[in-house]
């Protein structure tokens, strides 16, 4: 006879086991790796919070303290690894499997772990297939999550950052897994109930707050005239043609340049009210002018950012807030609007090969996709229409009628050379090399290139939309790569027939004046400046400040 119900008899063991380290559900600090001792299990599924920006670090250092002979061979399935701490877990032998989706600081590390076999991969997923997949077959069995405040019920309040949490704790709570929530403080009464106390196991006060990366602060300052340049290319040339109300951006300079742009160059455009309304991205310092200035309606954050709390929930008509008055975020919502409700991602990227394929990998950094992939592509399921997506894909099928599908624009920004001169536009792809060094299937490609539309240059712009060939295609990238190996090979018969053609257009095409390109044009040159144009609301990171 069948036994349905041993999943739920494996968490009352679990927890029975945990009852006297605890007061309720409150744990003492001291008392966690004693704790995580008796509720995980060797090769269970564990996801310890490492978001894109917050991270739960302190669960993180518990975590590595375990003793490995009782706990080892987990299977870390987490969106972001960040922290030391998460590389540490295999180093020590307490986790053997991994699961991801974005590593930022640690991505040399986890290619050298990957070189030397500690680290089984599993996939290098986008976010949203990540978390689709804590719902089918990667379900944790753990959650080590974290929030800014928790009441003595377990009711937590995430706050600005809530990001991942939500989804995490569903796919955990209800499957019978265990929920350990590390907060700030413990109060009487949380400010909002972001997770209700039924889903929450325990809660420990960490001895400091948990972990924010500021990673969307951009300095104005660090804007270059060249980043000046491509960004007036691509509102003349793509926003002023296209006008996608509706978008998400990168985080490179470039994108910022093109924010910082909007009051100004952007004006002289007249695209105010046309272009760039509506936003699925995290809170960007430098579209604090363009917000100021009446250009943005609504943005919904995948995220917080640190400095911009105060700014935010003094502009409830922009941003998504509680009653409580500050953001709500969610990744997984957010991301979900940037891949079905967007016209348009512009981005930038480190390789770029022939067919427009693009990757972050090299063969000593393995960064992850974390959400561009997502972003940054053309989703079929998509039904409703809008006139940027329905010219972007008349212009892709060269006619128009009923049962042609719009596109969404997908557009590359970035400079010929990279850090350290370093072309970024080559014949193949680092990640290639990288995929048959280690066995993997599929190379790890962060947008392919048959949803790229547009790439950006300081040479021009290539319109990947009237290409018809693959021949186009690859003479219209190399049409823009410069003096790259993979410019210089370009066949220049080709590439003028392509100019001609539209499908290339050069600065002076656009009407573009490189002598009016220069840091002048932005409508905030420093961080001090983004600072005055929020009123004093926005207040940067101490290594933002210079005064």
Not at 287 to 299: K, Y
């Amino acid at each position: 006879m069948s036994m349905w119900t041993k999943q739920a008899t494996e968490r009352a063991r679990r927890l029975n086991a945990a009852a006297p380290l605890t007061d309720g559900k409150v744990v003492a600090g001291d008392n966690v790796t004693a704790l995580l001792e008796r509720i995980i299990c060797s090769e269970d599924r564990v996801c310890l919070e490492g978001d894109n920006q917050k991270q739960a670090d302190f669960l993180a250092s518990c975590l590595t303290e375990v003793d490995p002979g009782l706990i080892h061979d987990l299977h870390i399935v987490q969106s972001g690894l960040v922290l030391s701490e998460h590389l540490d877990l295999f180093r020590l032998g307490i986790a053997r499997k991994l699961d991801f989706s974005y590593s930022g600081p640690q991505s040399a590390a986890i290619a050298r772990a990957l070189d030397q076999g500690k680290i089984e991969l599993g996939a290098i997923h986008t976010y949203i297939e990540l978390f689709a997949r804590y719902y089918i077959d990667l379900t944790p069995n753990v959650a080590l999550i974290a929030a800014v405040s928790a009441d003595r019920d377990g009711n937590l309040y995430t706050g600005p950052n809530t990001e991942d949490t939500p989804t995490i704790v569903e796919a955990t709570a209800y499957k019978s897994g265990i929920v350990v929530a590390q907060v700030n403080r413990i109060v009487d009464r949380v400010p909002r109930v972001d997770i209700p106390a039924d889903q929450i196991d325990f809660i420990v006060e960490a001895p400091r707050p948990f972990y924010v990366e500021p990673l969307f602060t951009r300095d104005p300052g660090a804007v270059t005239d060249t980043q000046v340049f491509m960004a007036m290319m691509a509102l003349k040339g793509i926003y002023a043609k296209y006008r996608p109300k509706r978008l998400n951006h990168g985080i490179g300079f470039s994108t910022a340049a093109i924010e910082l742009l909007l009051p100004t160059y952007g004006e002289e455009l007249g695209l105010r009210g046309n272009v760039a309304t509506h936003w699925a991205l995290n809170p960007h310092p430098t579209l604090i002018p363009a917000i100021e200035s009446g250009w943005v309606q609504q943005i919904h954050c995948f995220g917080s950012e640190v400095g911009m709390d105060a700014y935010m929930s003094a502009r409830p008509d922009v941003y998504f807030t509680g009653k409580d008055g500050t953001l709500r975020s969610n990744r997984l919502l957010c991301q979900n609007a940037g891949l079905y409700a967007c016209d348009m991602f512009i981005g930038s990227t480190l390789q770029i090969d022939l067919a427009g394929n693009s990757s972050t990998v090299t063969p000593d950094r393995i960064a992850g996709f974390g959400g561009a992939p997502n972003m940054g592509a053309d989703a079929h399921g998509r039904r409703h229409t809008s006139d940027a997506w329905l010219k972007a894909g008349y212009e892709a099928a060269g006619a128009e009628g009923p049962l042609v599908r719009g596109r969404k624009l997908v557009v590359q920004m970035v400079e010929t050379f990279g850090d350290g001169m370093k072309p970024a536009f080559v014949e193949e792809l680092d990640s290639i090399a990288l995929a048959r060094k280690l066995n993997m299937p599929l190379a790890p490609v962060m947008i392919f290139g048959d949803d790229v539309t547009h790439i950006v240059t300081e040479e021009g712009i290539a319109n990947l939309l009237l290409c018809r060939s693959t021949d186009d295609i690859e003479q219209a990238i190399r049409g823009v790569a410069g003096y790259t190996p993979v410019g210089m090979a370009r066949d220049h018969a080709k590439v003028a027939e392509l100019r001609a053609r539209g499908v290339i257009q050069r600065p002076e095409d656009l009407g573009i004046d490189p002598l009016k390109a220069n840091r002048n044009l932005l409508a905030a040159r420093s961080i001090r400046d983004l600072v005055t144009w929020s009123d004093g609301l926005y207040a940067p990171p101490s290594k933002f400040r210079n005064w």
